[in-house]
């Protein structure tokens, strides 16, 4: 599969969990499908589900917010989650959800191949970096997996629930944005 328009395609039709019944739209990722900075959420929210688009409520604000504090935006990178499909009331995605779209992150990651690789909140980073991670002790710590730099950053949403947060995490935007100028010669920030 080396095609995003065929991928995208596949996905948008996909019926592999329950979530499918439920849903309003497959939010499959947004953003440079050549970029070299690949962000992860653990799933779409409401606003997410109505529009189709990862990260568009008032945590997605936040987001573009905390990209633009270190030249980002995104036209520069790629946005994706953990689970294509909003689970009901925002509740965490479940495992069995999980494993049925990691195909389809594994696909992007594969058709993307960024160097650097951000999960956004715990669940994203136990599902990408290692089962075990404990967002309050690990976040901005870098690991590698696959040949990707990897790290995660508290959940946008977290930090609109607990702004004591924010400090730590503007410490980790700007860590992410020194490994970008190390790694990254096509991400002019």
Not at 122 to 131: C, D, F, M, V
């Amino acid at each position: 599969m080396d095609d995003w328009q065929e991928l995208r395609r596949e996905c948008l039709e996909c019926r592999g969990c329950g979530l499918a019944e439920t849903r309003i739209h497959v939010v499959f990722g947004d953003g440079c499908q050549t970029a070299e900075v690949l962000f992860v959420g653990e799933g779409p929210g409401q606003s997410e589900d109505e529009q189709g688009v990862p990260f568009v409520g008032k945590a997605g604000q936040l987001l573009d917010d905390m990209l633009e504090m270190i030249g980002l935006n995104r036209t520069k990178v790629y946005i994706g989650n953990t689970v294509k499909c909003r689970p009901p009331r925002n509740r965490d995605p479940l495992n069995v959800e999980m494993a049925a779209c990691r195909g389809w992150l594994d696909r992007q990651i594969e058709l993307l191949h960024p160097k650097i690789l951000v999960c956004l909140g715990r669940i994203a980073a136990k599902e990408l970096i290692k089962e075990d991670f404990r967002i309050t002790a690990e976040h901005g710590k870098w690991f590698v997996r696959d040949g990707m730099q990897m790290m995660a950053l508290y959940h946008p949403s977290a930090l609109l629930r607990d702004p004591m947060k924010r400090p730590e995490t503007f410490e980790d935007l700007k860590g992410l944005q020194a490994k970008i100028r190390e790694l990254c010669p096509n991400t002019k920030i």
